[in-house]
């Protein structure tokens, strides 16, 4: 998935191909790939990342002609502002409009609009941050998948159930051919374009066999890896990008130094910040975010995540709420309310730079049943999948009752499909960042 639809390379600008979709051209960097006008590709967070013949484009193409357009105009609709809360709310009004023209919000006014507390303006505010989501992003919605290579963990993170304050919790690591058998069911079974590669900081596995897994999973299968590790240092970071891995997936936590010093024996925040910038200089797309809920975290520190995370050149925001594990020193920290998350992703929706892609996250999704549709409503455009071995997924417990942990890959394509379509969007990755 992201069931990307196939596009026509109309041209080329430096190593950018100029891809054609239904009449709207995107760019696309074409760095692995040998391409020419008139081919027919697959394209993913900004890169060409596999050629189609033009005998499977034409039926794909077919498929989606109509059904494209019907669903523009089911989220068009739906993403509407409400005149009355526009002439009502003339401060957050003001913002969107600001937001609308790429301009940006001071933290004070980002902490404003997450202190915004009487109801019907909070309903304004995450209206127009959909409104804003459209607008700059149009109907496409991501859908990645994230396959949880391993649980082994040698970190203390004080909220993380699979970090080694658990010591009750069995350990596995996928073999290579597990892994590759993953990726198969999820590229060749199921269509899924852009994939997350996750684990602990395992020390049983080197970035060297890492990058192996990757290179055998880029010469075999047209996808776009992202690989979330933990901390890898510069020179991992050049094996994994060498090997073919375009997105890097590192939270930063929180931007609060004190804080994640207190959570994070033996780290600092500066490194992690260090491991992102180097990330993103050397290409890699950044998927990066903060936990929200955190104990001795306050708004002002969660309006500076917002910040930070635009500093950081991120790609995708990953903001999820923090989730109490029994196995860990917060265990008995209550996790935050899922209308203050929604309220959060609508913030940084005003917040961030127009091609920033906000992700529903299964953390927000355990919440509540209702939380990614009302995350999708309130500014996100991006979900992941759990593509993970069933079997394996009860075990990597980063936190308790994750959603959808014992949902099999079919059943969670076919909700997912059918909310998409139920509110106008389509699952390609056909928006700004993409162009
Ligand atoms: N609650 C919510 N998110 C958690 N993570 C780890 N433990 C928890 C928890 N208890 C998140 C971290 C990490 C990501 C892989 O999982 O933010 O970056």
Same mark, same amino acid.
């Given at each position: 998935?992201?069931?990307?639809?196939?596009?026509?390379?109309?041209?080329?600008?430096?190593?950018?191909?100029?891809?054609?979709?239904?009449?709207?051209?995107?760019?696309? *960097? +074409?760095?692995?790939?040998? @391409?020419? %006008?008139?081919?027919?590709?697959?394209?993913?967070? &900004? /890169?060409?990342?596999?050629?189609?013949?033009?005998?499977?484009?034409?039926?794909?193409?077919?498929?989606?002609?109509?059904?494209?357009?019907?669903?523009?105009?089911?989220?068009?609709?739906?993403?509407?502002?409400?005149?009355?809360?526009?002439?009502?709310?003339?401060?957050?009004?003001?913002?969107?409009?600001?937001?609308?023209?790429?301009?940006?919000?001071?933290?004070?006014?980002?902490?404003?609009?997450?202190?915004?507390?009487?109801?019907?303006?909070?309903?304004?505010?995450?209206?127009?941050?959909?409104?804003?989501?459209?607008?700059?992003?149009?109907?496409?919605?991501?859908?990645?998948?994230?396959?949880?290579?391993?649980?082994?963990?040698?970190?203390?993170?004080?909220?993380?159930?699979?970090?080694?304050?658990?010591?009750?919790?069995?350990?596995?690591? *996928? +073999?290579?051919?597990?892994? @590759?058998? %993953?990726?198969?069911?999820?590229?060749?079974?199921? &269509? /899924?374009?852009?994939?997350?590669?996750?684990?602990?900081?395992?020390?049983?596995?080197?970035v060297?066999?890492?990058a192996?897994?990757?290179?055998?999973?880029?010469?075999?299968?047209?996808?776009?890896?992202f690989v979330s590790f933990g901390e890898v240092g510069e020179e991992g970071l050049e094996k994994l990008y060498a090997a073919?891995a375009r997105g890097v997936l590192l939270r930063f936590?929180?931007?609060?130094?004190?804080?994640?010093?207190?959570?994070?024996?033996?780290s600092t925040l500066e490194r992690r910040l260090a491991e992102i910038r180097k990330a993103h200089e050397l290409g890699f797309l950044i998927v990066t975010?903060?936990?929200?809920?955190?104990?001795?975290?306050?708004?002002?520190?969660?309006?500076?995540?917002?910040?930070l995370?635009?500093e950081l050149n991120v790609e995708?925001?990953? *903001?999820?709420?923090?989730?109490?594990?029994? %196995?860990?020193?917060?265990?008995?920290?209550?996790?935050?309310?899922?209308?203050?998350?929604?309220?959060?992703?609508?913030?940084?929706?005003?917040?961030?730079?127009?091609?920033?892609?906000?992700?529903?996250?299964?953390?927000?999704?355990?919440?509540?049943?209702?939380?990614?549709?009302?995350?999708?409503?309130?500014?996100?455009?991006?979900?992941?999948?759990?593509?993970?071995?069933?079997?394996?997924?009860?075990?990597?417990?980063?936190?308790?009752?994750?959603?959808?942990?014992?949902?099999?890959?079919?059943?969670?394509?076919?909700?997912?499909?059918?909310?998409?379509?139920?509110?106008?969007?389509?699952?390609?990755?056909?928006?700004?960042?993409?162009?």
């Amino acid at each position: 998935m992201c069931y990307a639809i196939p596009g026509l390379v109309k041209g080329f600008d430096g190593k950018h191909a100029i891809v054609d979709y239904f009449g709207e051209e995107k760019k696309a *960097l +074409s760095e692995l790939l040998d @391409l020419k %006008a008139g081919d027919y590709v697959y394209a993913q967070g &900004g /890169f060409v990342i596999t050629r189609v013949s033009a005998e499977e484009a034409g039926k794909t193409l077919e498929t989606w002609k109509d059904l494209f357009f019907e669903l523009k105009e089911i989220d068009q609709k739906a993403s509407r502002l409400s005149p009355w809360g526009a002439a009502r709310y003339d401060h957050v009004r003001g913002l969107m409009e600001r937001a609308l023209s790429g301009g940006k919000l001071t933290q004070a006014e980002i902490l404003g609009l997450l202190n915004i507390a009487d109801p019907r303006e909070q309903e304004f505010l995450l209206s127009a941050a959909n409104h804003i989501r459209q607008e700059h992003h149009s109907n496409s919605c991501c859908v990645h998948g994230i396959i949880e290579i391993s649980n082994m963990c040698a970190e203390q993170c004080h909220y993380c159930g699979i970090s080694a304050w658990n010591t009750k919790i069995p350990r596995y690591r *996928l +073999s290579k051919e597990e892994i @590759l058998s %993953a990726v198969q069911g999820a590229v060749d079974g199921h &269509g /899924f374009k852009a994939l997350v590669l996750q684990s602990g900081e395992d020390a049983g596995r080197s970035v060297d066999e890492l990058a192996d897994i990757i290179r055998a999973i880029k010469k075999r299968f047209g996808v776009l890896i992202f690989v979330s590790f933990g901390e890898v240092g510069e020179e991992g970071l050049e094996k994994l990008y060498a090997a073919g891995a375009r997105g890097v997936l590192l939270r930063f936590e929180t931007s609060n130094a004190e804080l994640f010093k207190k959570l994070h024996p033996g780290s600092t925040l500066e490194r992690r910040l260090a491991e992102i910038r180097k990330a993103h200089e050397l290409g890699f797309l950044i998927v990066t975010g903060a936990l929200v809920g955190l104990p001795g975290q306050t708004q002002q520190d969660v309006a500076r995540d917002i910040e930070l995370a635009g500093e950081l050149n991120v790609e995708m925001l990953s *903001l999820g709420p923090f989730l109490p594990h029994p %196995a860990t020193p917060l265990a008995n920290i209550p996790a935050p309310d899922m209308a203050d998350l929604i309220q959060t992703l609508a913030v940084a929706r005003f917040a961030l730079p127009a091609q920033v892609k906000i992700l529903v996250t299964t953390g927000l999704e355990t919440l509540s049943p209702d939380a990614r549709r009302a995350g999708l409503m309130a500014g996100a455009n991006s979900v992941m999948l759990n593509v993970t071995p069933v079997d394996k997924r009860p075990l990597y417990d980063i936190y308790p009752k994750r959603a959808h942990q014992d949902d099999p890959l079919a059943e969670q394509i076919t909700a997912t499909i059918a909310l998409l379509e139920s509110i106008g969007r389509a699952p390609t990755d056909l928006s700004v960042g993409a162009g």
